[in-house]
C-alpha cells in the first residue's frame, strides 16, 4: 500500500518543483519581514519612548521607588496578564503570539499576507510530505527482502516512522528548550505539542529573552523545526486514511462478494415458478 503511496518519478522536474516551492517559502517569509518592519518599525519606536518618558514621569512622582523595581512590578503585571488565555483557542486554533501588528497599514498587510501565504504554505508542507512518502517507500521496498511479509512491512514502516518522528520532533526538541529557554521539560513538551497542534496560545515563545545570543538562528531553526514537524503530521494523517480506506476496503471485499455469489430473490422466485409450471406440463 505504501509502495504504491510512494510511486513518485524520481526526476528533475519532481526536484525541482520541491525546490521551487522551498525557494518561494523562503523569500516569502523574507519579503513578508521585510515588510512588516518598515510598517511597524516607526510605531514600535513610538511606543518605546512613550513607556519610557511614563516610566520617568511616574518616578519623578514616586521618589519611593526606583527603576528596577518599577520594571520588575510591569513584568509581573505583564505575566499576570498573558497568562489569562483565550479558551476558545482550542476550537478555533488562532496563532496568540506575542508580536501583532498595531497599525492599521500593518493589520491590512496582514490580512493579504496571510491570503497569500496559507495556500504557499500548504503546497509547501503537500510536497515535503510527498517527498518523505517517496523515502518510506523506499525504506519498505528494503525491508521486503529482509520481512517476506507484505503486511508485516507496512505495519513495520508505520511504527518506525512514528518512533523517529516523535524522538526529532516531540521528544528532543524539549531537551534544547530547556537548556536555552530555562524551562522544565515538561513545559518544554507542552509548547512543542501546542505548537504543533497549530493551537498557538502564545504563553510560550522560543527567543524572548533579550540576553539570549544569536536570537535570530535560534528563532530560524525553530522555524525550520515547525515546518519539518508540520510535514511529517501531514504524512502520518495522509498515511492513517490510506490505512482507513485499505481496512474498510478488506471489510467490504467479502460482503461484496457474498452479494455476487448470492442470487437475488427475484430470481429465486422466477426459478421456483418455472420448475411449478414445468411439474404441471
Known amino acids: 500500500m505504501w509502495a504504491y503511496m510512494a510511486q513518485l518519478q524520481v526526476t528533475g522536474g519532481r526536484f525541482s518543483l520541491t525546490m521551487l516551492l522551498a525557494l518561494s517559502q523562503f523569500t516569502y517569509l523574507l519579503l513578508g519581514a521585510t515588510v512588516f518592519q518598515l510598517l511597524e518599525k516607526e510605531a514600535e519606536s513610538n511606543n518605546r519612548n512613550y513607556f519610557q518618558m511614563e516610566k520617568l514621569s511616574f518616578l519623578a512622582n514616586y521618589s519611593c521607588l526606583d527603576g528596577p523595581a518599577l520594571e520588575k512590578f510591569v ?36 490580512v493579504f499576507y496571510a491570503l497569500c501565504g496559507i495556500p504557499l504554505n500548504l503546497a509547501f508542507l503537500n510536497q515535503l510530505s510527498k517527498c518523505l512518502t517517496l523515502h518510506l517507500g523506499r525504506l519498505e521496498h528494503s525491508m521486503v527482502s529482509v520481512v517476506p511479509y507484505k503486511q508485516c512491512v507496512e505495519v513495520l514502516a508505520v511504527v518506525l516512522l512514528l518512533l523517529m518522528g516523535s524522538v526529532l520532533f516531540l521528544v528532543f526538541p524539549p531537551v534544547v528548550f530547556s537548556h536555552v529557554e530555562g524551562w522544565s521539560y515538561g513545559e518544554g513538551f507542552y509548547y512543542a505539542f501546542i505548537t504543533l497542534s497549530t493551537i498557538g496560545f502564545g504563553d510560550y515563545v522560543v527567543g524572548n529573552s533579550q540576553d539570549k545570543h544569536h536570537v535570530s538562528i535560534y528563532r530560524s531553526l525553530a522555524a525550520v523545526w515547525i515546518i519539518l514537524a508540520l510535514a511529517w503530521l501531514a504524512l502520518l494523517l495522509n498515511m492513517g486514511a490510506r490505512m482507513m480506506e485499505h481496512f474498510l476496503g478488506l471489510q467490504q471485499a467479502p460482503v461484496r462478494a457474498g452479494e455476487e455469489g448470492k442470487p437475488s430473490a427475484r430470481k429465486q422466485e422466477e426459478g421456483l415458478s418455472r420448475r411449478v409450471s414445468d411439474q404441471r406440463t
Open 75 to 110: 513584568k509581573v503585571i505583564l505575566d499576570a496578564w498573558e497568562s489569562g488565555v483565550n479558551p476558545s483557542g482550542n476550537s478555533t486554533n488562532p496563532s496568540y503570539g506575542n508580536l501583532s501588528p498595531t497599525t492599521f497599514s500593518g493589520q491590512v498587510f496582514c
